[in-house]
């Protein structure tokens, strides 16, 4: 049976824009993930800069030492505020032929991408997030930059969801 | 006789082994060499004029027999053939692997064809897939192979399975257009784009020697000030002659970038039709490559100052990469030519500037900011250290350096625009050389807006939009200006895969 292309013609009043939709936010058991992985990325910091101790030569050192894991303290405190916020602004939407993902705090950027430039999804899992029993899914487009979209924080059942949702859209678009 | 519709697994000809035998030869030409000087020159033993001969003799035998050895392994155990549409690859002595490229799949055919290639009459052929992590195959094949192989993948494309019949020159010579681009164009366009790399190389010959004379003493630059200074009245040294000489390593260098460019580029062979285009250049080694129409991404016309002085341009066919484009450079690169409209009306259709207008963005002077950020900090680095030293007459080297910086600036917020068109997309993104980026809606592949700190009091945004091939950020757009040609771009590109 023949294929029938459809040409309408486009306005920006009939499109639902970006900015205008809904964003389906991340689970909130993926806050505790960034505040534990957070929690370590600024303890390998910290223990890195006790190695500065070993500097027999450098006088300064227990004082440095303190500054820097005063320093990091601090920073890490700073973070932790912030982290709910950033974890606010994430979210996802699925238009009729395309995802979105929306991210950032200082530069918040919104990200779509078509479904027809999909070429592979994929949903993993990392130790972390392995404990809090969440998933990322991972969109791979033919783009030079851009070329993967992450969206973190599902459940299993939302991430295979989403998943299949996306396969078949392509499976559609490329109809 | 050898069939050659690639039905059944096949060898290269019997010049590919020859070309493997040279090739080999070459690489372990090096090692040779290095043998007979451990040899000769080993203060144990002494050799006789004859002895010494004797050993070099052996030496270059046994390089010959590793040699054939080498090539004839490669030769004998590799072959290839097509089915089922597929390009497949057998290769490997111990562990055999089968490759199988569709050839449907295959993005572009590059051609080598060195000095000893073309002494043979062969062709070193490489298939281009979008695999990224995938190495490229190299078939080294007669004028006869390359053309049916040639046809066949055209087939391909084409759909045509029953065309297999048609004789292979009425495919590859079927070529509607020719592109004449003298070696005279060649030469000014180097001409025009060289100026700058001439003078950045002059610029580090002065750093190399500068540092040389500061390595042999910490006061040699100012023993040598201190000679010319009391010398100076003497010998009457000029200026002019330092100028003079300046002056002439600056031609040198100029020269070599022309040269380089010149062996690149010699003879450039432009051959389009309505489907694919074919490219062919080169003055000891001719290279070429041929590509669909479809498989091209972006078509980027650059005018500098001097290009634009002498009525010409650089354009360049950007193709979606995979990891051997990255190494090697599939972007096909016309200099000092005026054919950008040409290649447009090819690429975008014959309308294609009569294309109506949909949407437009100008970037702001956030851009001007973007662009001087390292100068700034450079210039004002510099400003504080010459300060501290109380060399207040020198400030003005980086007040000048800004002030170009801005100028820089200033040119890029000018120029920097994204156009929506009917038909295709125009980014310009140049900054004191005026360069446009065209590409269709289809090679869009994924975009992205992203917000500021400043964006709450300016309203000012940037958009990334990737191709297959190029990416462009565009800075400072309007925030509204940029979300519309967001939502167009989305909605163009997903009504074209509908």
Redesign the interface.
């Known amino acids: 049976m023949a294929h029938l ?3 309408k013609q ?1 306005t ?1 009043d009939n ?1 639902d ?3 205008n939709l809904h964003y389906t936010p991340l689970e909130g058991k993926y806050l505790k993930v960034l505040y534990v992985k957070t929690l370590f990325i600024y303890l390998a910091f910290m223990v890195l800069a006790l190695f500065l101790l070993l500097a027999d030569t450098f006088n300064y050192r227990y004082l440095t030492v303190v500054g820097m894991e005063g320093v990091l303290l601090i920073a890490l405190v700073v973070n932790f505020f912030l982290l709910p916020k950033a974890f606010a602004y994430k979210g996802f939407a699925i238009r ?3 995802i979105t993902y929306r991210s ?1 705090l ?12 999909i070429q592979q999804v994929s949903v993993r899992q990392n130790l972390i997030t392995r404990m809090f029993g969440l998933y990322t899914i991972d969109i791979v ?7 993967n ?1 992450s969206i973190p924080g599902l459940a299993e059942e939302k991430a295979n969801e989403i998943k299949v949702l996306i396969i078949e859209s392509i499976r559609n ?2 109809k | 006789m050898r069939a050659n519709d690639f039905s059944a697994p096949q060898r290269m000809s019997f010049s590919a082994f020859v070309i493997f035998f040279l090739k080999y030869l070459r690489s372990y030409t090096g090692f040779l060499f290095v043998l007979v000087l451990m040899k000769i020159f080993n203060p144990d033993n002494e050799y006789t004029f004859g002895e010494i001969i004797g050993i070099i003799l052996s030496f270059l035998g046994g390089v010959l027999a590793l040699a054939t050895i080498s090539a004839f392994l490669n030769y004998y155990f590799k072959k290839y053939y097509v089915e089922g549409g597929n390009l497949v690859f057998i290769h490997g002595v111990l562990q055999k692997e089968k490759t199988s490229i569709p050839l449907c799949k295959i993005q572009s055919l590059r051609m080598k064809r060195g000095f000893m290639y073309r002494l043979l009459d062969m062709r070193g052929v490489s298939f281009d897939t979008l695999a990224s992590n995938t190495a490229e195959i190299e078939l080294i094949l007669d004028d006869k192979d390359w053309n049916m192989l040639f046809n066949q993948v055209e087939m391909q494309e084409n759909g045509l399975e029953e065309g297999l019949e048609i004789g292979q020159d009425e495919t590859v010579n079927n070529r509607n257009r020719r592109l004449d681009v003298r070696n005279v164009n060649l030469i000014k366009g180097a001409f025009c784009q060289n100026h700058l790399k001439g003078m950045v190389i002059l610029a580090g010959l002065f750093v190399t020697l500068w540092n040389q004379l500061m390595s042999v003493n910490d006061k040699a630059a100012v023993y040598v000030i201190d000679y010319a200074s009391a010398h100076i009245d003497f010998s009457s040294f000029p200026l002019i002659v330092l100028v003079s000489v300046a002056f002439i390593l600056y031609i040198v260098m100029l020269v070599l970038w022309i040269g380089k460019v010149f062996f690149q580029y010699f003879n450039m062979d432009i051959q389009m039709d309505e489907k694919q285009l074919f490219f062919e250049s080169g003055l000891v080694s001719r290279n070429s490559i041929r590509f669909s129409y479809d498989k091209i991404c972006t078509v980027y016309v650059k005018r500098n100052l001097i290009e634009r002085w002498l009525n010409c341009c650089t354009i360049m066919l950007k193709q979606a990469l995979n990891a051997t484009d990255e190494k090697r450079g599939a972007d096909v690169k016309i200099y000092g030519s005026n054919e950008a409209g040409n290649f447009l009306d090819w690429w975008l259709g014959k309308n294609y500037a009569s294309s109506n207008l949909v949407a437009s963005a100008s970037s702001g002077y956030g851009l001007l900011g973007y662009v001087i950020r390292y100068d700034f900090l450079l210039s004002l680095l510099a400003t504080v250290v010459l300060c501290y030293y109380g060399l207040y007459t020198w400030i003005i080297v980086p007040v000048v350096y800004l002030l170009v910086s801005l100028a820089k600036g200033l040119s890029a917020v000018r120029q920097s625009r994204i156009t929506l068109k009917e038909d295709y997309l125009e980014v310009s993104n140049g900054k004191f050389a005026e360069v446009k980026n065209y590409f269709k809606y289809a090679n869009v592949e994924v975009v992205r807006i992203v917000a500021t700190p400043f964006t709450p009091h300016f309203h000012r945004v940037n958009l990334v939009v990737s191709t297959n091939g190029t990416s462009f950020v565009m800075r400072s757009l309007k925030e509204q200006e940029a979300r519309e040609i967001y939502e167009w771009l989305l909605c163009r590109t997903s009504r074209l895969s509908s």
Do not use: Y
Request: a negative charge; one cysteine or more; charged letters at 15%.
């Open positions: 292309m459809t040409n486009l920006i499109i824009c970006v900015e009729e032929h395309d950032g200082f530069f918040p950027s919104v990200t779509t991408i078509p479904f027809c430039k487009n033919g783009a030079q930059l851009l070329a979209t678009e490329g």
